[in-house]
């Protein structure tokens, strides 16, 4: 019973960390997942149509 009970805090807490990043950091997140999209981008490119 008791991971139980850790598994529920642990998800709860993800929960409210996940939220409160998108609303603090939103912006940041999504610059880095354009850059992560570009860089795969880059990636494919490079090595394979080139």
Do not use: D, H, P, Q
Not at 21 to 34: D, E, G
Not at 35 to 46: C, H, P, R
């Amino acid at each position: 019973m008791e991971n139980i009970i850790y598994y529920a805090i642990a998800l709860i807490v993800i929960v409210i960390g996940v939220v409160t990043l998108k609303k603090i950091a939103s912006c940041m997140i999504k610059s880095i997942v354009m850059l992560a999209v570009v860089a795969a981008l880059t990636y494919l490119y490079w090595f394979y149509i080139k």
